[in-house]
């Protein structure tokens, strides 16, 4: 699951535009299997947590009421380019990614 | 002899319940994540899910919160939402579909650099009330907007 999330983050004036786009299902638990009629048993993400520089900058909790493959974009001061970002999410399943980047 | 094979046995079969225990879900890393607010996020009502997610539903009407919401959703599976609040010192932010089953779609805590302005998408069953609610100064405060919605989101 190395690559489920896409990160963009960009500074202007010392305030960081965060966006990251997350591939995931995003499973209510509430669907049912079309052909058996079984429900889908629910895969959601419910924690997103976006650090920069060592510092938290926003940790999200998600419900399953979140779309499928989850947008989300912040903002944060105190932000110049070249700052290190790193993005974090964990699934009700235990499943999680994580990625680093920079802040353009 | 006979004991060790009794002890070894005894061994097995608790190793064997531990490992049924996580197979069937008791176990799973949902325990370890305590942190995730479960009964403010399976609540079935708008003040339930509040008092969960932001310790109480008592929120006061603000026009500094400015909720960006579709009029009409055509597709009430992604649903542009984005929440801006204008009032000093907003700590965390919740976002919730008056009439989804479960209103509570996501909770923000904003670190102290943290501008209060959150972008995402969320699902809609039907035409709703999109409610916006943020913390500031322990205080309460929300904005809400109706999203119509032609096709649902929640459901198959």
New interface residues.
């Given amino acids: 699951m190395a690559k489920s999330i896409k990160l963009r983050a960009k500074a202007k004036d010392g305030?960081a535009t965060v966006k990251a786009l997350i591939s995931h299902p995003?499973e209510?638990g509430?669907?049912?299997d079309?052909k058996s009629g079984k429900p889908i048993p629910a895969e959601f993400i419910?924690?997103v947590v976006c650090e920069s520089g060592g510092?938290?900058?926003?940790?999200?909790?998600?419900?399953?009421?979140?779309?499928?493959n989850?947008?989300?974009?912040?903002?944060?001061?105190?932000?110049k380019s070249g700052d290190s970002i790193k993005i974090s999410w964990?699934d009700?399943?235990?499943n999680s990614d994580s990625l680093d980047g920079k802040i353009k | 002899m006979n004991h060790n094979r009794r002890v070894l046995l005894k061994g097995s079969l608790a190793a064997g319940a531990v490992g049924a225990a996580v197979s069937a879900g008791l176990l799973?890393?949902?325990a370890?994540?305590a942190?995730?607010?479960k009964d403010a996020?399976e609540a079935k009502e708008v003040n339930a899910a509040l008092t969960g997610?932001m310790g109480s539903a008592d929120a006061t009407a603000s026009d500094k919160i400015k909720l960006k919401a579709p009029d009409i959703a055509e597709n009430g599976?992604?649903?542009p939402i984005?929440v801006t609040s204008k009032i000093d010192g907003t700590t965390s932010m919740s976002i919730l579909?008056a009439k989804?089953?479960?209103p509570?779609?996501?909770?923000?805590?904003?670190?102290p650099?943290?501008?209060a302005?959150?972008?995402?998408?969320?699902?809609?069953g039907k035409t709703s009330d999109v409610i916006a609610v943020v913390k500031a100064g322990g205080k309460l405060y929300s904005t809400k907007k109706e999203v119509k919605v032609t096709i649902g989101?929640?459901?198959?």
């Fill in positions: 305030t995003m209510t509430l669907r049912k079309k419910q924690e510092k938290t900058v926003l940790s999200a909790q998600w419900g399953s009421a979140i779309s499928k989850p947008f989300i974009s912040f903002k944060f001061s105190g932000a964990v009700n399943k235990g | 799973t890393p949902k370890v994540m942190a995730w607010a996020f997610s599976a992604v649903v984005t579909v989804n089953n479960t509570l779609t996501s909770t923000y805590e904003l670190g650099n943290t501008q302005y959150i972008s995402t998408r969320v699902k809609m989101g929640c459901g198959g």
